[in-house]
Nanobody, 127 residues
Framework: QVHLVESGGGLVQPGGSLRISCAAS????????IGWFRQAPGKEREGVSY????????DYADSAKGRFTISRDNAENTVYLQMNSLKPSDTAVYYC????????????????????WGQGTQVTVSS
């Protein structure tokens, strides 16, 4: 069975940092482009960051640029999102998603194009 499992969320003070992880089981992540998305209470899901299969290309939402860094370790079958300078507005459930692709250097912004999703990890930024 194909599974994505997010971990590393929690409560952090404004200005703090968290690194959340997305671990895959049942398939090898190096065949997949990955996206991180988030959904805050009462708001629509939004894209946060994306990474190509190779890890050579990444993209960020404007809200994440300069503060978040996406990376992947295909040997560990895991993708990471390092989040620095966190703000209360970053509070949300964060989801990773995987899309199989033959293109090693493409990333994808459209949530609808992703076939596999994790269950999410809660990130709360509050003093």
């Amino acid at each position: 069975q194909v599974h994505l499992v997010e971990s590393g969320g929690g409560l952090v003070q404004p200005g703090g940092s968290l690194r959340i992880s997305c671990a895959a089981s049942g398939f090898t992540l190096d065949h997949y482009a990955i996206g991180w998305f988030r959904q805050a209470p009462g708001k629509e899901r939004e894209g946060v960051s994306y990474i190509s299969r190779s890890g050579g290309r990444t993209d960020y939402a404007d809200s994440a640029k300069g503060r978040f860094t996406i990376s992947r370790d295909n040997a560990e079958n895991t993708v990471y999102l390092q989040m620095n300078s966190l703000k209360p507005s970053d509070t949300a459930v964060y989801y990773c998603a995987a899309r199989e692709t033959i293109r090693s250097d493409s990333y994808y912004r459209q949530a609808e194009s992703y076939a596999y999703w994790g269950q999410g990890t809660q990130v709360t930024v509050s003093s």
